[in-house]
Every structure is written in structure tokens, then in C-alpha cells.
């Protein structure tokens, strides 16, 4: 849960009458005022031990952290985004009526960049079922929402947020472990460079190694290295628990400024998303709901969770709307719309 303290100041209403109407001219100033003391780029060292050795294996709070270390000016940079995040997302009462939020229809070209070990071992079908899974699950038609018990089902988000296969580039690689050093998006280090990335997502698909299945890059950092890294065997649909093609999901949902859903800390660490229930901790496997952390049940369900892949099915209003703010006008991701 986040706190959000709105002021509004309509600075100034005039009323001038012209010569043959009476014409009003408002002149309104609003004035968002949001707390930003809960806001941490960085993620305790102590809270990423050991987690993707459990279960998921997600690795972008580590590369996020790394990323803060070596770039000094990052966490300004995010520190800008969740503040322009948070005036978006905030409800502005009338009569201010634009709320800010980008509400159009989204869709997303995706450049895929496969390193494999002979030419096609990434299939097209399996690149055309991760397309599909990602529409899938942000236009909310993943057919396991339907099992959303009643207390979550009032927040359940269709995303509105399609996604096209713009292009496939692949090189042959029979590298071990790709790491997680972004040695795979250079071609100075036998990766495959980014593709113009205020145009496309691009998805990196080779052997990361050391039991991790993903990682991406969240918004505001360098545009060579944006994108999302998969695992070759969790990209697309192939079988398994995490085989459904919700790596590519959950890590898209980083890319697009999503936290983890238990805030990567103990209970009074958060995902900064208001419709998300607080927890301490990730959810590993396909647990039974309810799971209780922090006096509330957590929403175990979601795709920024760490559970198996058929047992996350949603994201809620509070994500969308945090998603949406990086496509309003000037925000980090608007060009992808544009
Ligand atoms: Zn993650």
C-alpha cells in the first residue's frame, strides 16, 4: 500500500465577458503533492540472498542493484519515473477532470534476439507462442483467472496491452552461460546488439546459467541494454512448470516498472501499487490459497509472485495504471506509442 497526499490549488477561475457571449475561461493549476519517503531504488543485499535459489529465478532486483552501483545517475533518473509514476496514478477529485493516465489501446512491437546452438533450435512456434502468451496474459485471457478467489477478483486488470513479432535476429552460440553482465546484448561480446529500443521491446532468448530464468532492465536505464532476458528453456511454451511463457510475463512487468509483488523486503517494504496486498516474502511452487504474510493474504496469483507458471493468472488495476504511466505524454516509454 502506498501513501499518496494529493493537494490541489486551483490557482485562479475567471469569468470575462466578451461581446456577444458570455465566455468563461478557467485557468486551473493543479498542484500533486506525493510522498516519496517509501521510495527505494535499491534492494537490501540481505533480502536477495537466496530467493531465486527456491523456485523462480528471477535476477532483476540483483541487476537492478549493480546497475545503481556502476551508473550514479540512475537512481535520480528512477527516482523522476516513480515520482511521475505516482502524480499519474494519483485520482485527481473535480474539477480537475483529466486524471493523467494514458488510456489508449497499447501494442508493443517485439524484436526477438536468439543465441542458440544451431540455427532454429528456437522454433518459430515457440516464438509465436511467447508472443501469444504475453497478449494473452495483459489483455487478462489467461483461462486460469478464473480460479481468482473473490477478495482479488474485484482488482483483476485486462492490461489492454497487445504484443506484435516485429522481428527475429539469431546468432549461433554454443556459450554455456550467457551471465548476467548483458554480455548478450553486444555484439562486441558475441551477443546481438538492441534494436532501436524507444520502438521495440526486445527479448534476449539464450543459456543465462545458474538456475536463473530471467531478467530485465526497469525503465530509465541505458537504452543499449533495455530490454528483457529468457532463458532459452522458459522462453515460449515448452513444457514444465515454469514452461508457459510466463517468464517473458513477469519479467515484461519489470520492464514496464513493476515490482515484485511482496516489495523485495519485510512488511513495510512495498510494490507501490495500492491494490496489492503487503507481504514479506515471495510464494514459491503452487501453494493453496490463502497464504498469510503481514496480516493479509497475499495475491500468491499474481505474475509478479514466484510461483510455477500455471499457477499465476493476473495483474491488478493499481499495476495497470502504474504500467500506463510510463505512456502518457513525456513519460519513459510514451514513444512506444507514439
Ligand atoms: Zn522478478
Not at 16 to 40: G, L, N, P, R
Amino acid at each position: 500500500m502506498k501513501k499518496i497526499f494529493i493537494l490541489f490549488a486551483v490557482v485562479a477561475v475567471s469569468f470575462t465577458a466578451c461581446q456577444k457571449d458570455t465566455e468563461v475561461i478557467k485557468s486551473q493549476d493543479a498542484t500533486v503533492k506525493v510522498d516519496m519517503s517509501d521510495w527505494s531504488a535499491y534492494t537490501d543485499e540481505a533480502d536477495l540472498k537466496g530467493a531465486h535459489e527456491h523456485g523462480r529465478g528471477c535476477y532483476s532486483m540483483h541487476v537492478l542493484n549493480e546497475k545503481l552501483r556502476n551508473n550514479p545517475g540512475l537512481e535520480a533518473t528512477m527516482y523522476k519515473i516513480e515520482k511521475d509514476t505516482r502524480i499519474s496514478t494519483s485520482k485527481k477529485p473535480a474539477p480537475v477532470e483529466d486524471d493523467g493516465a494514458y488510456e489508449g489501446a497499447i501494442t508493443i512491437p517485439v524484436i526477438v534476439n536468439i543465441l542458440e546452438d544451431y540455427n532454429g533450435e528456437v522454433t518459430t512456434a515457440q516464438i509465436n507462442s511467447q508472443i501469444d502468451v504475453l497478449t494473452m496474459d495483459f489483455t487478462n485471457l489467461n483461462p486460469n483467472t478464473s480460479g481468482t478467489p473473490a477478495e482479488f477478483a474485484p482488482v483483476v486488470a485486462d492490461c489492454g496491452i497487445t504484443f506484435v513479432l516485429a522481428g527475429v535476429n539469431r546468432e549461433i552460440s554454443t556459450l554455456a552461460e550467457w551471465g548476467t553482465s548483458d554480455a548478450m546484448k553486444r555484439s562486441s561480446s558475441g551477443g546481438i546488439d538492441v534494436t532501436d529500443p524507444s520502438t521495440y521491446l526486445n527479448l534476449w532468448v539464450c543459456d543465462i546459467g545458474g538456475g536463473i530464468l530471467g531478467y530485465a532492465q526497469f525503465p530509465g536505464g541505458d537504452p543499449a541494454t533495455d530490454g528483457v532476458v529468457i532463458g532459452k528453456d522458459y522462453f515460449g511454451v515448452v513444457g514444465g512448470v515454469y514452461g508457459d511463457g510466463r517468464t517473458a510475463t513477469h519479467e515484461v512487468g519489470h520492464w514496464l516498472n513493476l515490482r515484485h509483488i511482496w516489495g523485495d523486503g519485510r512488511c513495510n517494504r512495498d510494490d507501490y501499487v495500492a491494490d496489492t496486498p503487503v507481504s514479506d516474502q515471495a510464494n514459491y511452487s503452487c501453494p493453496t490459497y490463502p497464504t498469510e504474510h503481514c496480516r493479509t493474504n497475499d495475491m500468491t496469483m499474481n505474475y509478479m509472485d514466484y510461483v510455477y507458471d500455471d499457477c499465476m493468472y493476473m495483474f491488478t488495476e493499481g499495476q495497470n495504471a502504474r504500467m500506463r504511466a510510463l505512456f502518457v505524454p513525456g513519460g519513459v516509454r510514451e514513444s512506444l506509442v507514439l
